[in-house]
């Protein structure tokens, strides 16, 4: 028995060290691997490569098909052998090269074995929500801090009492149909991300199958509110959102929000409202790309055409490729629209933070349109220089003498 004990710790230590020079000492793999002892099939070498990171070429195996014309022919003994094995059928379904009829239309119903799923799997649930969550954490932590070390941004001078219009109706629609619904969607896209491992142990499958399901319902169904909010903010404020003379000084001056008695001059938008807009813009549409490339399964492929053009033009590192299944079209969707989820969702937080409890008076403007004369002065004086002579329809009448803007600096309510 002590003689069967000290073998078996024998073995074990013999090959945990030649496992250790192996992997302390790599040999350099060859150009052409000499497979005939293995039938052409994968060496040590092989897999030693694949487990330090190199590139094997997987010719050997996508080529190793078989053939089937050198098979027995089946009125003959043993008919059924030769030829074709299970595992060359296999390779043949694995690298798309199997001669096949299928009973569904098109590409979808050709594809039986899809490698590139489980690089997709493992970035869903490994890199994915871990560095997605690690980013909205992070952005917290800076809100806070920021609150910390500045606190809420107050008025500065005396309120005034009066008003003045800031956003119209239409202008309000347009931002809270994009703000409500993409609170909404954030939250049910990070029940279904983190829902199996952060939910399902709290409240068990059950209670989270009935949560996944209405998550899935309001997520597919509030997106198309949220484009619609995203296009008519675009029509409504793309020509106030381009680039004027006041952005650089108010960049200069971090606009001011770093430091008490800051002002930086700014127009209707400043240099910082006009970033957050066209980052809602552009990650909002593409995200709603994917969106409709995911509502509609299979029917946009998008990431073939854009992976040729990127070759073509050369801005791929190395040759991306472009036979792409439907199953990876739609896996590519899915982990750009998680990811840019993920960024946009970072910009936001910072976005609400500072349009609500971070800056006094910043949320009237989106709740009933107008806003103290005192803080269009602080924050939008150039803005508030164009408009002071004007009274729009919903704000009053138009000042007499003795309310002129240009007399007393103020704007009619």
């Known amino acids: 028995m002590f003689a069967r004990i000290l073998f078996a710790l024998s073995l074990v230590v013999a090959l945990w060290g030649g496992g250790s020079t192996a992997y302390a000492q790599p040999t350099e793999p060859s150009a052409t691997p000499d497979r005939s002892a293995t039938g052409g099939a994968q060496t040590l070498e092989d897999i030693l490569a694949r487990q330090r990171g190199e590139k094997v070429d997987g010719a050997f195996r996508r080529e190793n098909l078989g053939d089937p014309s050198v098979a027995t022919a089946p009125t003959d003994q043993l008919g059924t052998q030769g030829g074709q094995s299970n595992a060359d059928i296999y390779r043949a379904f694995r690298y798309n090269e199997a001669d096949m009829v299928s009973s569904v239309p098109g590409d979808l119903g050709t594809v039986v074995i899809q490698d590139g799923g489980i690089r997709w799997l493992e970035l869903r649930r490994g890199p994915l929500p871990r560095y ?26 005396e309120k005034t009492g009066q008003t003045v219009l800031r956003f119209r109706l239409l202008e309000r629609i347009g931002h809270w149909s994009m703000a409500g619904p993409f609170v909404l969607l954030a939250i049910t896209g990070l029940i279904s991300l983190f829902g199996r491992v952060a939910i399902i142990p ?37 020509w106030q959102n381009l680039p004027d003379r006041y952005d650089l000084k108010w960049l200069a001056k971090g ?25 809602v813009t552009g990650f909002g549409t593409l995200i709603s790309v994917t969106g409709l490339a995911l509502l509609f399964p299979y029917q946009l492929p998008m990431f073939a055409p ?19 299944s439907p199953q990876e079209e739609m896996q590519y969707a899915q982990l750009w629209h998680a990811i840019l989820g993920f960024v946009l969702m970072g910009i936001i937080i910072a976005h609400i933070y500072l349009g609500s409890v971070g ?55």
């Open 132 to 157: 997605g969550g690690y980013g909205l954490l992070g952005m917290l932590g800076l809100v806070l801090l920021f609150y910390l070390l500045r606190g809420r941004i107050m008025i500065q001078g």
């Open 202 to 238: 709290l409240i068990g499958k059950p209670a989270f199958s009935t949560i996944a399901i209405g998550s899935k319902f309001i997520h597919n169904y509030i997106a198309w509110v949220f484009m619609f909010g995203l296009i008519l903010s675009f029509i409504l404020w793309v």
């Open 255 to 279: 606009g001011g929000l770093f430091s008490k008695n800051t002002h930086a001059s700014a127009a209707k938008f400043n240099a910082g409202q006009k970033l957050i807009f066209w980052s």
């Open 306 to 324: 854009l992976f040729d053009v990127l070759n073509a033009v050369g801005l791929a590192q190395g040759e991306l490729n472009t036979a792409l």
């Open 359 to 413: 800056m006094e008076g910043a949320l009237d403007s989106m709740t009933s349109g107008e806003v103290d004369v005192q803080w269009a002065k602080e924050h939008h004086d150039k803005w508030y220089e164009e408009i002071s002579g004007q009274t729009s329809p919903e704000s009053g009448p138009e000042p007499g003498p003795e309310s002129d803007p240009e007399q007393e600096g103020k704007a009619p309510t």
